[in-house]
């Protein structure tokens, strides 16, 4: 008898797996497994417990790909293994990507879907990346090259009505970046202040 086994893991600390919870309970699983956002997407006991329950002849289920895998070869990876035991692979979201029997390959689907799980997998990366680097108080992107000084400089110069561009000049930086370093500072600040 075919047993429908479900995984899913919190992709984004943001977002709560309740939701892909209660889509693989929908789709009939039988027991679900779930690794919060906190684990290492390449050592997560939720997986590795359910990949040693599922026997021949179960389908994992889930919700995505990118809940499975935190990468395109793992997911590779895994659906080989899956295949070698005789468990079968079903996605709710990506037709394209299920196993078994019943299952037409159409491989234009099958590259087409692979091609969106590798872009979903790399944008949770630089999601996850960015909340990194924020929590650790840096700031992502290129860093800006109106320093401090360059800005009480630029700010004095405008409060002697010097034209932007005149300032960039002197600065040596773009007018965009004069303007958008001056863009919240008061022109004439108040000495009262």
């Known amino acids: 008898m075919t047993r429908l086994v479900g995984y899913t893991r919190q992709l984004a600390v943001e977002l709560d797996p309740a939701a892909g919870v209660a889509a693989l309970t929908t789709a ?3 027991r679900v497994f779930v690794d919060d956002g906190l684990a290492d997407p390449r050592e997560r006991p939720g997986l590795t417990e359910c990949l040693a329950f599922l ?5 994992l289920v889930v919700p995505s790909a990118a809940h499975l895998s935190h990468a395109v070869t793992h997911f590779v990876t895994t659906i080989t293994a899956l295949d070698t035991q005789g468990v079968g692979f079903r996605s709710l979201t990506e037709p ?9 390959v159409d491989p234009a689907r099958v590259l087409a879907a692979v091609e969106g799980l590798r872009r979903r ?11 990194s ?9 290129r860093p800006t090259v109106m320093t401090p000084e360059k800005v009480a400089m ?17 600065l040596g930086v773009s007018a965009n970046s004069v303007q958008r370093a001056l ?9 009262a202040s």
């Open 154 to 170: 630029a700010l004095e110069l405008r409060n002697l009505d010097r034209p932007i561009t005149h300032i960039a000049r002197v």
């Open 121 to 131: 997998l790399v944008s949770l990366r630089t999601r996850a990346g960015m909340a």
């Open 55 to 59: 026997q021949a002849g179960d389908v």
């Open 183 to 191: 863009a919240p500072l008061p022109r004439h600040p108040d000495p």
């Open 28 to 30: 009939g699983v039988v």
């Open 96 to 104: 394209a990507l299920c196993t078994g029997a019943d299952q037409a």
């Open 133 to 141: 680097a924020s929590a650790a108080g840096k700031r992502p992107g």
